[in-house]
Each structure stands twice: as structure tokens, then as C-alpha cells.
């Protein structure tokens, strides 16, 4: 619990500078919703998400895991489905790479990203 | 009692610099190669999934079972109230964390994710013999921090026998959980006996004081103090009953075992035809760790020899380490029964092979290279050792 | 919805959208719910596996092992040798000392009731789902390696090397342990296991083991079946016949 107040703080504290950039990346197909107009229907709070994605994250996975409750919302596969981009040769780049979505920010604010150890770094071959 | 005094070792020779530098090698070697196999994954190590348990953990195992069994002296002292032992009991305590230390760390090390270690701390399964032991190791630091601290403050001193009473009966309980490890795991052969934890707690009682006993010689040498026979030569006895009860202990295990039927397996395995294990076994922990330590104690040409007693000391430990790789890796070298009554053709059986790689052996070496470190450093800061042990000395003690 | 389909079943299942009921036999029903289920799994249900032996040909359950590499995305690696490699499913065969006969059996995770490997865990990473499925939380695994110990059928394999392109839905991690999920992340989409997928004939039967209507409880009723390792009393999901 105390590891998690610490990402906590951190990520409060790193907001503040992060939430003044606007990302650079943030791939393809939140890229397209966002030109859309549609990012508001995803994510209706952005300072929301900034901020508390790694407590979604994590009720969402022991919900999915152990109760084998599976739903969309809060899901990391939907998050890297639509925030990973393609490179020059139309192949998706591991989101958690250098200059990537994930990465650009945990960067910044210096915490590590414990996910992608285990997790798909790239949509889906057939998306 | 007042005339015990206790002094830092000065720590400024020569001596001390080689063994500082030489164990600090060791431990960076070790430190290298954990980050080797961390950084590659386990690939690189001669673990596999039917050897899940490689040398790291004969080592921490060996470590954390010696280190319950050195604490043995202050017990004596304290809980017994023999006062020959009261000079030592400081040293005892220290040399018992030291040893735990050495043995977690190494534990730690070899983990497949290290790096999550938070989480060993935060969520625990209260039925796991492995949480309880988290439990029993931290809380083995806590009390015998606390009982040090007893003996070193003069005004808690009059304390220091019921503390020493906690960390006696919180070292058998620690020692038991240990065996309970290996004497709970049902499904192999080579384990499922609860003997397993009280020969766990003799063993302590064997390794432990055979650490100690070098530990105290070589301080005492190579800082010039005097260290008295009289309380030597009941070191030394001690250490004599200790490795034979270990012996009876081995003696009954076999023997229960081999009488059913499931077991004669991996009975005859370890003690007839399994190659590498059996002459471990009847080589190293029986002869060398076991007989000719005790010749070495008791044979009147020997005995009462200062060099015979660290070799037989020496032996000992090199013996037990033996008889913890024989007990890990024998155990699950031999495969499970899983078919009562059926052969396994294929897919699964045969003996596992295991070749430790370097890293991990260094890694598991170093565990007495942080636990030896961790004294030599602790004796020149804090005032453990007695100025002198003196057999007049000790006479006055009583 | 079919009358077969009780009236707790209904309730019970209230939150799926759609219902797929399939009659196979007379009395038997497979039940199958398209959409994902939001509300967690509960113990009314417990999945099970039914292995034939006599039924399965030694085609069939090299089938069965690639069933579950190709969906689960394990058997790639490139650095470990031996029994260094993961195995969460695998081919055994094995003789009986006495008249000699040989049968071929898939092993893998046997999902017990009691199992040992989660009683050991000192950190909850191995854990049971209500409806009796056995799983490894990665997350919570520090890689300790006791529950590949304590288990008695050789199901886990630890990830030795560092793994990359994992299936979307199966991730795995250098460092931890990792085993057969009875295919979960099919199982609640309503689907079979990959590996009792794979088998044309019936010799591998999936269900809900308290499922009085199901084909598997059925089955189980009828035939004469046995746990590996019963003696240990740790009342297995997968079950063999002919063995």
C-alpha cells in the first residue's frame, strides 16, 4: 500500500509539470479520436486518467484476474490498442520504448513501468 | 561479572585490510553475477524446472540454519545460566545475525524477480510455511537486536535473561519453520516427513556452533587475545554432541523412510545408486562432516588441539553444506511418484541433471562472505568481544 | 432461453446480454454466453476436464500440445534447454509395472480444489478463482520458485529467459512462474479450452463439474474415472478414464 501512496505522490507531483505539455505521441488511433473529437468520450477527465491510471489500472486487473470480471473499461489492452503508434514501416513500436506513449511520461517523472515485463507491448497482430 | 571487559578490535592491520578486501571481492564477484543472471534470466544458471532449487538456496539454507544454531551460546549463558558462557554471548548474537543476514541476501539475490521483494513484505498467505519463515527471520533480527542491546546497556542488563529467553524460544520455532519447508511438501518423496523439522533444529545446533567456534579462535588469534582452554574444550564437547545427535538424526530419517514402500525409491537413491548424491552423501556429510570432525573432538591425539578443533570446525560446515545439497538437490534430482504402481516412459521421470554455473555458486559462497564481513566490521565498531578469555579470567567469572 | 436453464441459472447470469443454448443430447445442454460476464465468477461453478485415455490417440494429444502453445503462445524460447524450457501442458506415457500396458495421457495443471501450490505461496500470487480454476498473479509472483516444489504433477515451468510478443491475453515475464489456465480467458468468453478444442472425438470433455446437466458430470456419473495422485486427496478438476 505504501508503494503504491509512493507512485502516488510521485505521479501527483510529476503531473504537475506533465499536465502542462500536451503529449507528442500519443498513437495512432487515440490520435484519430482525438482529431475526431471522440478523446472526450474515452477519457471525459484528462487530468483524471493522468492521475489515476496506475489505481484503475491495478483494481481493474485484480477484478479481471481473480474474478475473471472482464469489461473494456480500465482494460491495458484497449489502452495499448489505442496508444501505440506505427513506425515508418507500418510496424507497431513497443509502447513502452523510448519516445512511446508510456514511456515519454514515466521518463519524466522517473518511475519505472512494471507491466510490459509480462504484458503485450503492441496491439494485437490482426487489429 | 563486572570483570568481563569488552573491547573493539582495532581493525588498523594488515590483516584486516586483505580479509576486508578479499571478502569485498567476492561479494562484487557475486554482485556481478547476480546481475548476470537477472538481466539474461535463469537460462544462464544450471536451475531448471525440475531443479528448482539450485545452490543459491543450499547455501541460504545452510546460512539461516547455522545462524539460529550460533545463537546457541548466549542461550546457554542466559537461559541455562551456565556463566562460562556469559563472555560470549554478545558475539553469539552478533555472529547469528550476521549468518541470517548472509543467508536472506543470498536468498533474495536468486529470486526471479528480486526487484519485487516490497511485495513479500506487504501481502502475505498466512498459510505459507514460506511467509511464516519472512515473519520468523524479521522478527529473529528484531529480538536478538533487542536482546544485544540488553547486554550492552548496563541498566537493561538485568533484562537480558528473559530476552534471551524470547530469542531461544523464537530460534527453535525459527529453525523449526526452516525444515518445515521441506518436511511439508507432500508430494516428493525425498520431504514429506515432519522429522524434517526437528532434524532442522539439530543441525542449527551443529552448524552453528562449528561457525562460532571459528569465528571466536580466529578473532581471538589474530588479535592477540588470550583465549582460555577451559572454555574451548567445552566448545569443543559441545560441538562433539551436537554433530553426533546430527548423525542419530540422518540415522532415523533413513531408516523411517526406507520402511514404506513409496520411498524406497529415493531412498535407494540417496543412499545406494544415485552417483553424485551417494558419495555426497557417505563421502562428505557422513565422513567428512560427521566422523572425522568427531574423531578429531574426541580422539585423545586430538583432542584438546586448537588447529584439530578448526578443522574439524571447518569440516563441519564444508559437511552440512554437503548435507543441504544432498537434501535439495538429491530430493528433487529424484523424480515424483506420480503413477503408484506405473512406470513413466516418457514425458516426465529419470533423474534431473543439475550443473551448477559459476554465478550462482559464487552468489551462494558469498552469503559467508557478507555474513564474515558483517562481523568483522560490527567487532571493530561495537565492544563484542571480551578483552581477554583467559582461563583465570573465567575462573573469576564464576 | 431453454427450460433446461434453471430458474438460478437465470438469475445468475442476468448480466450477460445474450445466451447461447446449444442442445447436444437429450438432457445435455451447453450453455454459452457470448458476451463477457461483468460480475465475478462464483463458486456454483467449477470447470473441470474429463481425459479419456482409451479415446485418445498419441496424434491426438500432440494436438493438444500445440492446441496450447499456439494459444497461449509458450514454446518459443530460444535460450532454454532442457527442462529449463516451459512445458504447461505435455505428453506422458507411462507402463504399468504388472501387465505392461502402455496409455499415453496429457498432463498439465490439474486444478485443485486444495492445491498445494497455492497453499505454499507466500505472496498469493498462486491462487484458486471461485469457479476452481488455478492461476498464477504475475503480479504478485516475486518468483520464488516453492510452488513449483510443492506441486505434485510437475504442471508449473518458471519463465527462464526474457519473452517478448506474448499473446495479448496471456501475458508472461521472465522471472515468474507460469502454468496451464484452463485457457480462462476463453473459458469466460464462454469457449472451451484450446487444448479440448483441439480433440475431434469426445475424449476430452469440458464443463462445470456440479453442472447436474452437463455432459461432463454426466459422463463422470456413468463411467469409472480416477484423480492422479488421489491419495493426496486434493480433489482434482481434470479427471482421467483408462488410466
Known sequence: ?127 | MSAIRYLQTEGRSFGFYALVAGLGVLILAALGGVYYMEHNGHWVSGMSNRIVWGMPHVFALFLIVAASGALNVASISSVFNKKAYKPLSRLSGLVALALLAGGLTVLVLDLGRPDRLIIAMTSYNFKSIFAWNIILYNGFFVIVAVYLWMMFERRMNKFSHKAGLAAFTWRLILTTGTGSIFGFLVSRQAYDAVIMAPMFVIMSFAFGLAFFVLVLMASYKWTERQLGDAIVDRLSNLLGVFVAAVIYFVAVYHLGNLYLAENTGVENFILFDGGIYTQLFWYGQIILGGLIPMALIYHPATKGNRSMLGLASVLIIIGGIIQLYVIIIGGQAYPMEMFPGKEILEGYGGIAQYTPSLPETVLGVSGIAVAVIAITFAVKLLPFLPESLADTNHKDCK | MSKNLNRRDFIKTTTATTAGVATIASGITLTTFVNANESPVTDEKRWGMLIDTNKLTEADIDEMVNACQEEQGWGGETHSTGDQKPRWIKKLKVQDKTTKKITSLPLMCQHCEKPPCVDVCPTNASMKREDGIVLVDRHLCIGCRYCMMACPYDARSFAHETITDQKEHMPRGKGTVEACTMCVHRVDKGESPACAEAVDSDAVIFGDLYDANSKINQTLKKIQSSQIRADLNLNTGVRYSGI
Do not use: W
Open chain 1, 1 to 127: 500500500m505504501s508503494r503504491l501512496l509512493v507512485v502516488f505522490i510521485s505521479l501527483l507531483i510529476g503531473s504537475i509539470s506533465v499536465h502542462a505539455d500536451s503529449h507528442i505521441n500519443i498513437g495512432d488511433r487515440a490520435q484519430e479520436l482525438k482529431d475526431e473529437g471522440k478523446s472526450k468520450d474515452i477519457h471525459p477527465d484528462l487530468r483524471e486518467i493522468r492521475i489515476m491510471h496506475p489505481e484503475f489500472l491495478q483494481h481493474k486487473r485484480d477484478e479481471t484476474l481473480r474474478q475473471g470480471v472482464r469489461t473494456k473499461r480500465n482494460s491495458l489492452k484497449a489502452c495499448v490498442n489505442c496508444h501505440s503508434a506505427a513506425d515508418t514501416n507500418d510496424e507497431y513500436v513497443p509502447i513502452d520504448q523510448h519516445g512511446q506513449f508510456c514511456s515519454t511520461c514515466h521518463q519524466k517523472v522517473g518511475t519505472s513501468v512494471d507491466c510490459f515485463s509480462c504484458h503485450r507491448t503492441t496491439p494485437k497482430e490482426d487489429l
